[in-house]
């Protein structure tokens, strides 16, 4: 249990007193529930578990694999992909990055977006990440 909240907490690299102002669970709560000197309530879980955007059951051990838990979730895991996805196209275009290392780059978030993809939106992303390569390749063969 205190293993996945404290492993979460390390991977949005937040401290205790902030994930405690975020989810108003209080700081020595979380503290006990990382040492697994008390454990929560359902209701703190609920909070925890929405926050971290995984499923009560992964944070407190019982499922192996963390899944978005909500379809804000799901947009919220999208929205980071399509920032990164941005600023590589900034990054190119400015010529900090070779097109070389942001196409393989942008082959690594369309990846992680095809991971993330449901059914419905798979036809808008395609399109977009096509744009994005078909851009690259445009700018790249004008520079030639």
């Given at each position: ?12 690299n ?13 700081q020595?709560?979380?503290s ?22 995984v ?18 979730e ?71």
């Amino acid at each position: 249990m205190g293993n996945r909240i404290r492993e979460l907490r390390a991977e949005k690299n937040i401290s205790q007193a902030q994930l405690a102002s975020d989810t108003g669970v209080s700081q020595q709560s979380l503290s006990q529930y990382e040492k697994e000197g008390r454990k929560p309530k359902i209701e703190a879980w609920k909070k925890l578990a929405d926050y971290f955007g995984v499923s009560v059951g992964y944070l407190q051990g019982i499922e192996a694999k963390a899944e978005p838990t909500s379809e804000l979730e799901h947009q919220k895991a999208h929205d980071v992909v399509w920032d990164a996805v941005g600023k590589l196209i900034r990054a190119a275009s400015v010529g900090t990055m070779t097109y070389e290392e942001a196409f393989q780059e942008l082959k690594r978030y369309r990846n992680k977006s095809d991971e993330l993809r449901h059914k419905e939106k798979q036809e808008t992303q395609q399109r977009m990440f096509d744009l994005a390569l078909q851009t690259f390749k445009r700018r790249e063969s004008n520079e030639k």
